[in-house]
Each structure stands twice: as C-alpha cells, then as structure tokens.
C-alpha cells in the first residue's frame, strides 16, 4: 500500500508527466503527494597538467561551473513559483500536497526522505537521464527504499494496474505491490506472464494465477518470444495502464532497463513504469 508519492521536479517536461501521473495515482489512492527540488552543487572542476611536463605543480582547473549565492536564490525563486504551481494543481484535485527545496544531491535527498511505504516519481528525461536510463535512477531503484516510478510518456489517463510476472522473487514483490495498489486504488488487475529460460509458459500463466486468483492473467506473442516484445506487447493491448516489474541486477529485466536498449524499450511502452525491487 501507498502512503506518499514523492516527486523528483527539476521542471523538464517528463518531470510534469512524473507529477500529473503521480497526482493521477494519489487521486485514487488517497494519499499525499510530495514535491522535491534539490539545488545541487555544480560538479568539481577536472585538474589538468600541461602535457609537455610528466608533472605539473600547477594543474589547470577546467569544467567547473560557476556558483554562487545569487544563483541559488534565483533558482530557489523559481521553482518555488513552479511548486507553487504545481501545488494550485493538486488543491484543484482535492490531492493532499506539499512541497520541498533542498540544497543536495537529488538522489540522496530522495534516498533520505523515502520510506518503504512510499513511491518514487521521476521523469525518464532531465536530470535523472542524461544519457539514457542514467547511473542516478539505476543508484534510485537499487538502492531506494521503495519502488520507483519512471515516467517517459506522453501523458495520457491511468486507471488500470498491469503487472509483469516471470517466476523470480522480485517479480512475486512486484504481483504483491500491484494487487496492493489496484486494492487501493480500486482499480482493475491484469497480470502479464512472461516465459523464459527457466520457466515455461504454462508454469508462468499458473503461478501467476496462483498469486492474485481475482486478476485476469495474459500472455502476448508465442512461447519464448523475447521477453521485452512480450511486456511491449502487452502494454500496447493495455492502454491506460501503470506497469509493474521486478528490478534485479541478474536478470534479463536488468539487462532491458539498465542495457543499451532501456531508452527504446521505454518510449516503446510509452506507460509510467513502476520497478520494484
């Protein structure tokens, strides 16, 4: 079950969708949604040596970013009024709300606030994906305390639960998580059973059954297809829906998200993405 939803905001677009996804999913939960900014300090600056020298006394500073008191308070200003904004839009939605600038590392600051009752928002783009699936969000779901939504959109209604089951512990957490949420939430379950390697596709439809006996259990594409095409699939036929997975560092799920293909994988599913660890 979720007690709070809390939003990673550093005003790019897939931060908005985090946000109006998160709002969607506390409507129906009734539960708060928290809104956090971090005002991060700039990255070191690299030293250089002179190349013509095997050793330089005096390395040349690069690559720092320049950062003052003056720079923080305007960025503190400005994503006060955007919080503000974003707070105006969860009164409208009768959402209870707060919202929260830190100076920090974004990912620490959120490690640090979350408690395992929790959810995680952040936004495929932006800060927490600079290059793909980034190190920060990898950091976020291994080590978090509670699940992790990422959101790569477009923004469309959510009002359905789809779970992905593939016979490993992490994806039982992730059946478990859903059927919590789609109590919750009161909305309609679907699980996805995915074959593999170690499981066939008759034992993967029956234990998911076995799991949640009141969700509809569905399987896309044949028997050993591989298992990205499976979850696209499925999440192509279930419009509308919140995605649920197990994120494990040993398995082909871990290789889907974090690998090279994480970044067409997500805007393929095009769904706000739940990983549960």
Same mark, same amino acid.
């Given at each position: 079950?979720?007690?709070?939803?809390?939003?990673?905001?550093?005003?790019?677009?897939?931060?908005?969708?985090?946000?109006?996804?998160?709002?969607?999913?506390?409507?129906?939960?009734?539960?708060?949604?928290?809104?956090?900014?971090?005002?991060?300090?700039?990255?070191?600056?690299?030293?250089?040596?002179?190349?013509?020298?095997?050793?330089?006394?005096?390395?040349?500073?690069?690559?720092?970013?320049?950062?003052?008191?003056?720079?923080?308070?305007?960025?503190?200003?400005?994503?006060?009024?955007?919080?503000?904004?974003?707070?105006?839009?969860?009164?409208?939605?009768?959402?209870?709300?707060?919202?929260?600038?830190?100076?920090?590392?974004?990912?620490?600051?959120?490690?640090?606030?979350?408690?395992?009752?929790?959810?995680?928002?952040?936004?495929?783009?932006?800060?927490?994906? !600079? @290059?793909?699936?980034? &190190?920060?969000?990898? *950091?976020?779901?291994?080590?978090? $305390?509670?699940?992790? =939504?990422?959101? #790569? +959109?477009?923004?469309?209604?959510?009002?359905?639960?789809?779970?992905?089951?593939?016979?490993?512990?992490?994806?039982? !957490? @992730?059946?478990?998580? &859903?059927?919590?949420? *789609?109590?919750?939430?009161?909305? $309609?379950?679907?699980? =996805?059973?995915? #074959? +593999?390697?170690?499981?066939?596709?008759?034992?993967?439809?029956?234990?998911?059954?076995?799991?949640?006996?009141?969700?509809?259990?569905?399987?896309?594409?044949?028997?050993?297809?591989?298992?990205?095409?499976?979850?696209?699939?499925?999440?192509?036929?279930?419009?509308?829906?919140?995605?649920?997975?197990?994120?494990?560092?040993?398995?082909?799920?871990?290789?889907?998200?974090?690998?090279?293909?994480?970044?067409?994988?997500?805007?393929?599913?095009?769904?706000?993405?739940?990983?549960?660890?």
């Amino acid at each position: 079950m979720i007690k709070r939803i809390i939003i990673a905001y550093d005003g790019s677009d897939l931060a908005r969708e985090a946000f109006a996804f998160s709002v969607m999913i506390a409507e129906a939960a009734k539960v708060e949604v928290v809104g956090m900014h971090a005002i991060e300090p700039p990255p070191a600056p690299v030293a250089v040596a002179d190349p013509a020298a095997g050793f330089d006394p005096n390395p040349i500073l690069v690559g720092g970013v320049r950062d003052t008191q003056e720079d923080r308070d305007r960025e503190r200003d400005r994503f006060q009024r955007e919080l503000g904004e974003q707070e105006a839009y969860c009164k409208q939605r009768e959402v209870p709300c707060s919202m929260v600038i830190e100076e920090g590392r974004l990912r620490d600051l959120l490690i640090e606030l979350a408690d395992p009752t929790d959810l995680i928002a952040v936004g495929m783009k932006g800060r927490f994906a !600079r @290059a793909g699936f980034g &190190s920060s969000t990898r *950091a976020l779901v291994q080590k978090g $305390p509670c699940p992790v =939504l990422v959101a #790569s +959109g477009p923004l469309r209604p959510v009002n359905r639960v789809l779970g992905v089951y593939d016979g490993t512990g992490p994806s039982k !957490r @992730a059946v478990q998580w &859903s059927i919590a949420v *789609a109590e919750q939430t009161g909305w $309609p379950l679907t699980l =996805l059973a995915v #074959s +593999g390697p170690k499981l066939s596709l008759d034992d993967s439809l029956q234990q998911a059954q076995d799991l949640a006996p009141d969700a509809q259990v569905v399987h896309y594409g044949p028997d050993g297809d591989d298992a990205s095409d499976q979850i696209e699939a499925a999440a192509e036929h279930a419009k509308m829906s919140l995605l649920v997975m197990g994120a494990y560092s040993d398995s082909w799920l871990h290789q889907l998200l974090f690998g090279g293909t994480t970044g067409q994988v997500l805007s393929h599913i095009e769904a706000p993405v739940v990983l549960v660890h």
